[in-house]
């Protein structure tokens, strides 16, 4: 591995959200942040290099979306995803969480049936009920160890009205790379009532060796599916700001656009745009060292916890750098568990209610750190639970 994920990178100074707003969202800053879904590891130097090299020029004016970073996007996931996107079906976007709200908003009508997957990824909630619609659950099954989706009480949910979903491929929190199989299961329901599928792939890189993602897209041509990604996640830029959507259908790329020109979203800053094309082009080596560093911590974590914490078990994580741990044995309500990691183990992990219902007796640890903090996050929750 030539890459250095032990050694820490202060984040002091740089307002950090998961850093700084330990005051303003677990109430003190005594606390080891391991919550918020960014990593504590340097992004690839080349990132680095684009943006300074482009810092440098000193004029910083509006910007138009070059051709070469388009051209990255696409050899990124012809080669790694086998997936050959058209240059006319991507739509630029802030980020994904607004993608997912204008793709809401610009297909569906106030008071349609949106479909979601629970527990998942709190802006799935909000991107429903925020634009006025109506939030249908489709809550995922745990069997074992190990989440699955329910398609019986999907195929319900769309002969019940619900036309749209959004599908979170790679999923977060649970850490499923869904299999070709549950892919065109689902995509077979979506064929017999109709529906539009969103699919939040930003996890789509983060996977661990022996699994594979799928762009559910180069599944099927034969329903109607958009899908959002970007480098943020995947080469820890999400603080630049910038992500992709693919809609191959002529009629709803201009919907899309529609919202977007009514929200005045138009072009990003130069250092978006650069660190996007920067990260696609040349973050490969850097990802295969990250994801080799974060299986070890995964399994690192697991043994630990097998070994010297048994009341807490890490649901099979296939992707994605956040793991889904199931504390039901501490026999604690929610509010008791928030109140004990917070308060005694002084660990800020995310709730795991805070994905819904669904995820209540479980708590999101995200493990993008140097292994050192992670087993300190480790040892002092054990050390407060003994006591
Ligand atoms: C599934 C999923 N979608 C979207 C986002 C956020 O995307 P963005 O910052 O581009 O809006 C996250 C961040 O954790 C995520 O996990």
């Known amino acids: 591995m030539t890459h250095d994920f032990d050694t820490p990178v202060s984040r002091e100074g740089t307002a950090s959200l998961k850093y700084e707003g330990r005051e303003t969202y677990f109430g003190t800053k005594d606390i080891t942040p391991v919550w918020v879904a960014d990593m504590d590891f340097a992004a ?15 004029i910083y004016g509006y910007t138009e979306y070059p051709e070469s970073m388009f051209i990255s996007m696409q050899d990124w996931f012809k080669t790694r995803h086998n997936w050959e996107i058209d240059r006319e079906s991507i739509v630029m976007c802030p980020g994904v969480v607004p993608s997912i709200y204008a793709a809401i908003t610009a297909l569906t009508e106030v008071g349609d049936k949106v479909i979601i997957q629970p527990p998942v990824y709190h802006p799935f909630f909000t991107a429903v009920t925020d634009t006025q619609r109506t939030l249908v659950e489709n809550p995922l099954r745990l069997e074992g160890n190990h989440y699955q989706m329910d398609l019986e009480h999907l195929a319900e949910c769309a002969e019940a009205g619900a036309k749209f979903l959004v599908l979170c491929s790679p999923h977060n929190p649970v850490g499923r790379v869904w299999r070709q199989s549950e892919l065109e299961g689902l995509l077979e329901v979506a064929r017999r009532y109709g529906l539009t ?130 504390c039901r044995k501490m026999a604690m309500k929610d509010v008791e568990l928030h109140h004990f990691f917070i308060e005694q183990a002084k660990v800020a992990m995310s709730p795991g209610t805070l994905f819904g219902i669904a995820g209540s007796g479980f708590m999101r640890l995200n493990i993008a750190a140097p292994r050192s903090l992670i087993m300190m996050v480790l040892k002092s929750i054990r050390s407060a639970y003994i006591s």
């Open 197 to 326: 599928i969103i699919s939040d792939e930003i996890h789509a890189d983060l996977i661990f060796p022996g699994q594979k993602h799928l762009a559910i897209t180069t599944l099927a041509d034969d329903v109607s599916i958009i899908t959002t990604v970007s480098p943020s996640k995947t080469f820890n830029i999400p603080g630049l700001g910038l992500s992709a959507m693919v809609i191959s259908d002529k009629a709803q790329r201009k919907a899309i656009k529609q919202v977007f020109s009514q929200w005045h979203v138009s072009n990003m800053n130069p250092f978006s745009i650069c660190g996007f094309e920067a990260a696609y082009q040349h973050g490969e080596a850097w990802l295969k060292d990250l994801m080799l560093y974060l299986k070890i911590t995964k399994e690192t974590v697991k043994f630990y916890l097998k070994e010297s914490l048994p009341d807490i078990t890490v649901v099979e994580s296939e992707g994605t750098y956040l793991l889904w741990l199931d």
């Open 44 to 58: 690839p130097v080349a990132v680095t290099r684009a943006l300074v090299g482009r810092a440098e020029h000193t």
